[in-house]
Each structure stands twice: as structure tokens, then as C-alpha cells.
């Protein structure tokens, strides 16, 4: 009821639909995109995949984009934003196209590898840098005080979106996959991708172009692009709550990230054998939506528990959550108890991160929010290829540890009791006056 009650309050500003639309749009393409990827890369009936191979494939997909990051982070605040959806959405229909003909040829050759590992490695470097200017554009649509409310509904609806294109890239696959060639069913799912990506541009033509902002029109020099990182980090340091919530959500997917790897190898590798796929493929993509369905669930919760709590107590109490449901029923190697323990560490995990982006949206001054998002995307990235490199080396190849969870679980409390430390005396309920006064 929160949710929809959210959604409605918001709903009321025009260019928050448009811009909510775009990235409904966007994200359940990314959906669809990251089935097809996994399914041609990860699920392979000619191969099985290790702790190893998951972290190759991370790190070829979202290292680049943590190199680059800085640099793209300085458009955001200098040029359109409504013209970056646009252009990145049209760039990545014409990559999804580019990556359909290659593995429509049915090759594995070092050369088809290199070229589709490039073609994946620019797609999901967009797809982040489309991210950070949706984020970045926010503000521009709703008022300074809905911040929690609009951090709560916009990343919740956006992974819905995701969740849509998981189920529809799934199904698809698994019917195409009854009928086609494992290949040329992987093909057409990057084909229905790019056209949903055209579809998002044409949505985000429907935005005035510097109805986005930035505020400030000045022209791109090189010289902007270190003195630009220096100013975002130099202001992450003087507000101190936003800087530590990117700290906090750093650790926390650190975390997060090494359980997805155990859990992409144990329903590939302990659950099922090499030949069944396709029913690994189901069994995983249920276990998604059941997270995504604790996504929907943390949007539900996370504003009326930080008006009664404050937002520093709800993520201290998400952390330590997280611990919790980790061990029990996570620690539970059936596939119900992964289930019920994906759904739990889905509510705690967006908790965390609604908590992170309203810190964010509102210690941040706007001139400086492209930076400082694009900032938080690569702390993301590099957060979850460091986990994978972990990963690498403390799981098995059929990704069961009870030990290493247990670790994990222990993990997630002393991320939480360090927030909790440090964030004392902060100022970290701005942005969720319009909901209570709640204290710290």
C-alpha cells in the first residue's frame, strides 16, 4: 500500500511518468539482455561454468565502465541528460543487434568470443552510464521533499521492470529452445532486446531536452574530467552521510555479490547436471523474480519503517537482517529454503540501497549528482567483480560452502555495526522530512 500510495503522490508530476516510463523500459530490456547473455555464456550445454568463469565474465562486463566512469561522469553534468537516454538507448539497439549476428552464426571460435565479449562489455557499460543520468535526472522531476518517497518507488519499479524481462527473456528461451537451436534462440532474444531499447529512446524523446538538466551549461574540457572526480569526491567528504552510505553499500555488495555467485553455481552445478539447462534456466529465473518480489516488498516497507525508526536505524536493522536470513534459511541447501531466503535478502538489500540513493539525492548538490552517481555505479561494478574474484577462490565448483555463508553472515552484521559507528551524529534523515521527523 505504501508503494501505490507512493507511486500516486508522485504520479501527479508529468515528467516523473515520462522519466519513470523510460526506465520501466529501458530496465525490463536489460532483462531480456541478461538472459540471453547468461544463457549463451553461463548456460551453455557444451559447458560448466566455475567461480572462476563467473568472475571472467564480471569483470570483462563491468570493469570498463569503472575506468571510465569519471570520465562519463562529467557529461552527465555538462550535457543533456535527456539527450544521453536517448543516444545510449539507440547505441545499445544497435550493439544488441550487432551481438544477435554473431551468435546467430552458431561459432565459438576466439574470434567470435573476442568480438561478442567487446559487444557485451560496451552494452553493459551503457546500461550503467544510463542508469547514473536516470538517477542524476530524478530531482528535476519531483519536489526537494519526496526524495525517500521517489527512492523508494523508482528503484522498486525499475527492477520490476527487469523482473518483467527476465520472465518474458525465460519463457521465450525455453519455448524457443523446445523448437530451435540453443543458438538461434539466444539470437532472438537479443533482437527482441534491441527493439525494446528503441522503444526506451523513442519514450525519452517525449522529455524536453534540458527539462533534465544539468543546471549549469558549461563546455567539456579534458582538464573538467579530473578536476571533476576530485570536486565529487572532495563534496563526498564535506557531507559526510552521503559519502558513507556509499562506503556502507560498497561493503554490502561485496557481500551480496559473492552469495549470487554461490547461487548461479549451485543451480547450475549442484542442483542440476550439465544437460539440463533448460530447467536451470527456470529454476534460477525463479529464484530472481522471488527476489525482485522482495524488491517490491522493500518499497512497500522502507518509508513507513523510517518514519517510525529514522533512516539510519532502518539500515542498521536491513544489515543486520541480512545477516540473519543468511544463515537461516539461506545456509539451507534446498532449493525451498534458497527461495524464502532470496525473498528476505531481496527486502533487505533494496532497504539498503533506497536508504543509499536518498543519501545521496539529498546531501548531493544537483551540479555535482552525475558525478557523484556515476561514482556509486562504479563502486557497484567494482564492489561485485572484487566478490566474484572472491568467489573464485572460497567456493567450490558447485558453489555449496555452509562455511563461507556463514562468514557472509557475519560480514553483514559488522557492515551494519560500522554504520552504525560511524554515522552517529550525522545528519542523515534530510529527505524524508515530508514522511516524519523521525529521529537518528
Request: proline share 4%.
Amino acid at each position: 500500500m505504501e508503494l501505490v500510495a507512493g507511486l500516486r503522490r508522485l504520479w501527479r508530476h508529468r515528467y516523473f511518468r515520462r522519466l519513470l516510463a523510460v526506465r520501466v523500459a529501458t530496465q525490463s530490456c536489460d532483462g531480456v539482455l541478461q538472459i540471453a547473455l547468461a544463457s549463451y555464456v553461463l548456460f551453455s550445454p557444451e559447458r560448466q561454468p566455475d567461480a572462476a568463469s563467473v568472475a571472467t565474465v564480471l569483470a570483462i562486463t563491468l570493469l570498463p565502465f569503472s575506468i571510465l566512469g569519471p570520465f562519463v561522469g562529467v557529461v552527465l553534468d555538462r550535457w543533456s541528460r535527456r539527450q544521453v537516454l536517448v543516444t545510449v538507448d539507440f547505441a545499445r539497439a544497435a550493439l544488441a543487434l550487432g551481438l544477435a549476428a554473431l551468435v546467430a552464426t552458431g561459432l565459438r571460435t576466439d574470434g567470435i568470443e573476442t568480438l561478442f565479449y567487446g559487444g557485451v562489455l560496451l552494452a553493459m557499460s551503457l546500461n550503467r552510464f544510463l542508469l547514473a543520468a536516470l538517477s542524476a535526472s530524478l530531482p528535476h522531476t519531483i519536489d526537494p521533499d519526496e526524495y525517500l518517497v521517489a527512492n523508494a518507488v523508482v528503484p522498486t519499479v525499475g527492477p520490476a521492470g527487469v523482473l518483467i524481462g527476465v520472465g518474458v527473456g525465460t519463457g521465450l528461451r525455453l519455448l524457443l529452445g523446445a523448437h530451435l537451436p540453443a543458438y538461434q534462440a539466444n539470437a532472438i532474444l537479443f533482437v527482441v532486446a534491441a527493439a525494446g531499447f528503441v522503444l526506451s529512446a523513442s519514450l525519452a524523446l517525449r522529455i524536453p531536452r534540458r527539462q533534465l538538466g544539468p543546471d549549469v551549461h558549461e563546455p567539456t574540457r579534458a582538464a573538467d574530467i579530473v578536476v571533476g572526480l576530485r570536486e565529487a569526491l572532495a563534496h563526498l567528504r564535506e557531507h559526510r552521510p552521503a559519502g558513507l552510505g556509499l562506503l556502507t553499500i560498497g561493503a554490502h555488495r561485496i557481500i551480496y555479490g559473492i552469495v549470487t555467485v554461490s547461487m548461479i553455481l549451485v543451480y547450475r552445478n549442484y542442483f542440476h547436471t550439465l544437460e539440463e539447462v533448460d530447467a536451470a534456466i527456470a529454476d534460477l529465473g525463479l529464484l530472481v523474480v522471488l527476489t525482485g518480489a522482495g524488491f517490491v516488498v522493500a518499497a512497500a516497507v522502507t518509508p513507513p519503517m523510517t518514519a517510525r525508526l529514522g533512516l539510519r536505524r532502518w539500515m542498521v536493522v536491513s544489515l543486520v537482517g541480512s545477516g540473519v536470513f543468511q544463515v537461516l534459511p539461506g545456509a539451507i541447501y534446498a532449493t525451498v529454503a534458497l527461495l524464502v531466503a532470496a525473498f528476505f535478502l531481496g527486502i533487505t538489500a533494496q532497504s539498503v540501497k533506497i536508504c543509499v540513493d536518498t543519501l545521496v539525492q539529498a546531501h548531493v548538490a544537483d551540479e555535482l549528482k552525475g558525478r557523484v552517481f556515476v561514482l556509486y555505479d562504479m563502486i557497484f561494478n567494482v564492489a561485485l567483480v572484487l566478490a566474484a574474484v572472491i568467489g573464485a577462490v572460497v567456493l567450490p565448483a558447485n558453489g555449496k560452502s555452509v562455511a563461507v555463508l556463514l562468514v557472509l553472515a557475519a560480514g553483514y552484521v559488522l557492515v551494519g555495526a560500522a554504520f552504525a559507528a560511524l554515522s552517529r551524529g550525522a545528519d542523515i534523515n534530510r529527505g524524508t522530512e515530508s514522511l516524519h521527523p523521525a529521529a537518528v
